[in-house]
């Protein structure tokens, strides 16, 4: 918008009065200035925006227009400013969190559910996406609060920034399907044969770009199996659901399929070795605008477990 927003607030307050003086009275300006600020925009937009006689002005088809647009944008400059009026008033600090959408459900939100209530001066925003985009925004300076897995040590060295992981709890990637399944296959391989085996059966893996699935191709790399048909998908709720409809064998993480081993709806499969456990945790920059929200988050998850 090149025109002086200054301009704009005199036209809005000429189109609220239709009168020059009564403005110019609340303005706290001279009538002259404020007929001279409407004729610089009209001949800036060349448009005509009032009807000028001895009785006042009213506002052409012209003006309508843009005084709808105008006062839209001054009441939302007022919500603005009342905003952060009552933020100062009341102390309320914004604490942004980025965080997988499998993270965020199963561990973040039953976390805030009671925070937010006990901490209601912390408005909180959360963007779902993946652990590498999170620790780029933490490095950024775009978000305050990661919840990610924990990558390697090289991630960080590379990352050059001064970044503070905080482990929280150790969570296992474990092969999950339904005896249905299983029992399908065993008319399509030999029990003694295991290549057979990862050759037949459907692996339902998150994309390469995910960071479980990184911790789960380490694995099968270092023992050698290669899954020969597998079925991406873009989040672990839907592998899990992929698992329990018998598409095939999910990778999931076990803490999150608790109910369904539990009740029998899923079986977990051991190909022989256990994938070695990993670190869940919250990531923020060593030094941080937001960290007394960051501390009260970290010490409250601290208490519930």
């Not at 009026?85 to 914004?94: C, D, P, Q, T, V």
């Not at 993270?103 to 912390?122: A, D, G, Q, R």
């Not at 993480?253 to 070795?273: A, N, P, R, W, Y």
């Amino acid at each position: 918008m090149e025109q002086n927003l200054n301009l704009y607030q005199i036209f809005y307050e000429v189109a609220g009065c239709r009168n020059f003086s009564v403005a110019a009275q609340k303005l706290y300006i001279s009538q002259p200035a404020v007929s001279k600020a409407i004729s610089k925009l009209e001949h800036s937009l060349d448009v005509t925006l009032f009807h000028r006689s001895s009785r006042g002005v009213t506002l052409t088809h012209e003006g309508e227009i843009l005084f709808s647009h105008v006062k839209q944008a001054m009441t939302s400059l007022k919500s603005g400013e009342e905003l952060l009026r009552e933020a100062s008033s009341s102390h309320i600090i914004y604490l942004s969190i980025g965080v997988s959408t499998t993270l965020c459900k199963y561990v973040l939100l039953p976390l805030l559910k009671t925070f937010i209530m006990e901490n209601p001066n912390i408005k909180i925003n959360i963007s779902c996406q993946s652990t590498f985009d999170t620790i780029a925004a933490i490095e950024n300076g775009t978000i305050d609060l990661g919840l990610i897995g924990l990558p390697s040590e090289k991630t960080f060295r590379q990352s050059g920034s001064e970044i503070t992981y905080l482990p929280l709890t150790a969570i296992e990637d474990i092969f999950v399907s339904t005896d249905t399944y299983l029992h399908s296959l065993q008319t399509k391989y030999k029990a003694d044969a295991q290549e057979d085996f990862f050759h037949e059966a459907a692996f339902i893996m998150l994309d390469k770009g995910n960071i479980s699935r990184k911790h789960a191709d380490s694995f099968l790399d270092a023992h050698r199996i290669t899954l020969h048909n597998v079925m991406e998908v873009n989040n672990m709720d839907l592998a899990i659901e992929f698992a329990r409809a018998g598409l095939g064998i999910a990778c999931v993480i076990s803490d999150f399929v608790k109910t369904d081993l539990q009740s029998g709806t899923l079986k977990e499969i051991k190909l022989g070795h256990r994938i070695p456990r990993r670190q869940i945790g919250f990531v923020y920059p060593a030094r941080s605008s937001s960290g007394d929200a960051i501390d009260k988050l970290v010490k409250y998850y601290g208490k519930l477990n």
